[in-house]
């Protein structure tokens, strides 16, 4: 069974610049969920969906964050414009019924 | 509203001895907990869960964890710390409806030879 896909792995912008992140969860799963992850924190949920519609997004940075997933599969998470306080990891995860979530490798952003 | 407190950010232990990583939590209804494991640069992954049924509950690589609702507690242990224990490990919760899985801020684990 193919696992969480994220791209791009790495990603260094300047400030004020957009970026656009990937996610493709696995097959089947209702429940996808984007976290942002501060080096040396736990991760901070985003914001959670069940299949193509919003569960939660109240700690999304609505002003400069937005996500979507289409059709209720792959899902995309765009910073615009960055801060310098966006650097962390983003990573993906998703889950089917029984809860338990799966996450992809994270994609490292930088902002410089 | 749901939350986790891992305490002890870092916890060091020798090659062989016991680990113990503490995890308490709050939740409104009954929870669903959770202990992942994250490798540097990685992504997280499961090592157990508890949902119902038998509060001691065993996962990968030798490690268990125990649900106490009266402690509102999950800590997690291992009796014998291996090198390749050494990662970061995370408590999580999310409610019986599925929703909102929060994190703990982690533990750094280091095992000394």
């Known amino acids: 069974e193919a696992g969480v896909a994220q791209s791009p792995r790495y990603k260094i912008i300047e400030k004020r610049q957009s970026v656009a992140f990937w996610c493709n969860p696995i097959?089947?799963?209702?429940?996808l969920y984007w976290y942002q992850q501060i080096l040396g924190q736990g991760p901070k949920l985003l914001i959670q969906?069940?299949?193509?519609?919003?569960?939660?997004d109240s700690q999304l940075p609505k002003d400069r964050f937005s996500a979507e997933r289409l059709k209720g599969v792959d899902s995309t998470l765009k910073i615009q414009p960055a801060k310098l306080e966006d650097s962390a990891v983003y990573l993906c995860?998703?889950?089917?019924?029984?809860?338990?979530?799966?996450f992809g490798q994270g994609t490292r952003l930088t902002v410089v | 509203a749901q939350s986790v407190t891992q305490l002890g950010s870092h916890v060091s232990v020798s090659e062989g001895a016991l680990v113990l990583l503490r995890c308490n939590y709050s939740?409104?209804?009954?929870?669903?907990l959770f202990w992942y494991v994250q490798y540097p640069n990685q992504g997280l992954q499961l090592l157990l869960k508890y949902t119902t049924g038998a509060t001691l509950v065993k996962g990968i690589n030798g490690f268990e964890a125990e649900f106490k609702k009266s402690e509102t507690s999950f800590h997690l242990t291992k009796p014998s710390a291996h090198m390749s224990d050494a990662a970061e490990y995370f408590c999580?919760?999310?409610?019986?409806?599925?929703?909102?899985?929060?994190f703990g801020g982690g533990t750094r684990l280091m095992v000394k030879p």
């Open positions: 097959s089947g799963h209702a429940t």
């Open positions: 939740s409104s209804v009954p929870p669903y």
């Open positions: 969906f069940q299949n193509n519609g919003v569960v939660d």
């Open positions: 999580a919760v999310i409610n019986n409806a599925g929703n909102m899985l929060t």
């Open positions: 995860a998703s889950s089917s019924a029984v809860v338990e979530a799966f």
